[in-house]
């Protein structure tokens, strides 16, 4: 069973970078496409981006597309999310979890143990 616990949040003004991570455990990923998700409170968690368990196949959420580059060290387990110029609509608690597929579009999370998050907040 797959752990993941996500890290890497913080408080930025519009145009700034952050870099969230999720570390997986309990069981390897390196099989497993991975993707990021995010949700504000009321909303229903939206799927941003995805990787493929090789790393040669990503998938983006439009509103994220050349801003937000998926990574992944599968050596260590880890996943990651570079954002770059950041808008207050992307203000929200961000999940990673291991995913269905990676092709065209992103798969749904293939459990139901969602991490702590990590929360991102962006200033206008």
């Known amino acids: 069973q797959v752990r993941v616990v996500e890290s890497g949040g913080g408080e930025v003004q519009a145009g700034g970078s952050l870099r969230l991570s999720c570390v997986a455990s309990g069981s390897p990923t390196d099989r497993m496409s991975m993707g990021w998700f995010r949700q504000v409170p009321g909303d229903e968690r939206e799927a941003v981006a995805c990787?493929?368990?090789?790393?040669?196949?990503?998938v983006y959420v439009d509103s994220v597309k050349g801003r937000f580059t998926i990574s992944r060290d599968n050596a260590k387990n880890t996943l990651y999310l570079q954002m770059t110029n950041l808008k207050p609509e992307d203000t929200a608690m961000y999940y990673c979890?291991?995913?269905?597929?990676?092709?065209?579009?992103?798969?749904?999370?293939?459990?139901?143990?969602w991490g702590p998050g990590t929360q991102v907040t962006v200033s206008s």
């Open positions: 979890a291991p995913v269905r597929g990676c092709f065209r579009t992103i798969g749904g999370p293939t459990f139901n143990d």
């Open positions: 990787i493929r368990y090789t790393g040669e196949n990503t």
